[in-house]
């Protein structure tokens, strides 16, 4: 059964940073491509972040561009999400989402999501 | 990047009714078009993929069609766990963009 857990969100000020997990299960990491999706509260869906299936390639959107790291490890079957120099704009819930390819990312299976909050 | 526009907003409709949400595209993106079904405080449920191929396990009473910019989603028979909010996305190119949502409502 696949699955996917994302942990980390929290409060966080202005200028923060935070990184956020999702634990997979059910398959392996290295065998797909991952994104992040955010939604703010009551707004729609916004995606954020992808890694290919190798994790040779990583596109971001511009509004986290230079921001946001998406990594994965391996070992563990985790991906990753740094978020630095967070701003109250980034208050969402994140979804970390499992992609059927890389070269055509829909999401079949989706995490929970967690919650950030930037504020002071 | 590709904008995507869903019509109407927020529909209200009665258990048993048949609705249709659109969704266009600022450009082409052939079929590269899902759609996805989202209740209060859960996670997006995959439908839809290649505008009209149903995921396994999505009851056939959800359909989807389209080509090129337009694309519609039609849900027959409602009923009450149909009422939730409905995005669709384009994977045609990255980065991906989703709709701004369609609240189905109870009448």
């Known amino acids: 059964e696949v699955q996917l857990l994302e942990s980390g969100g929290g409060l966080v000020q202005p200028g923060g940073s935070l990184r956020l997990s999702c634990a997979v299960s059910?398959?392996?990491?290295?065998?797909?491509?991952m994104s992040w999706v955010r939604q703010a509260p009551g707004k729609g869906l916004e995606w954020v972040s992808a890694?290919?299936?190798?994790?040779?390639?990583?596109y971001y959107a511009d509004s986290v561009k230079g921001r946001f790291t998406i990594s994965r490890d391996i070992s563990t079957n985790t991906l990753h999400l740094q978020m630095d120099s967070l701003r109250a704009e980034d208050t969402a819930v994140y979804y970390c989402a499992k992609a059927v390819s890389w070269s055509r990312p829909f999401f079949d299976f989706w995490g929970q999501g967690t919650l950030v909050t930037v504020s002071s | 990047d590709i904008q995507m526009t869903q019509s109407p907003s927020s529909l209200s409709a009665s258990v048993g009714d048949r609705v249709t949400i659109t969704c266009r595209a600022s450009?082409?993106?052939?079929?590269?078009l899902a759609w996805y079904q989202q209740k209060p405080g859960k996670a997006p449920k995959f439908l839809i993929y290649y505008a009209s191929s149903l995921q396994s396990g999505v009851p056939s009473k959800f359909s989807g069609s389209g080509s090129g910019t337009d694309f519609t989603l039609t849900i027959s028979n409602l009923q009450p766990e149909d009422f939730a909010t409905y995005y669709c996305e384009q994977y045609y190119s990255y980065p991906v963009t989703f709709g701004q949502g369609t609240r189905l409502e109870i009448k």
């Open positions: 450009q082409g993106i052939s079929n590269y």
């Open positions: 890694m290919s299936e190798s994790g040779d390639t990583k």
């Open positions: 059910g398959f392996a990491l290295r065998s797909y491509s």
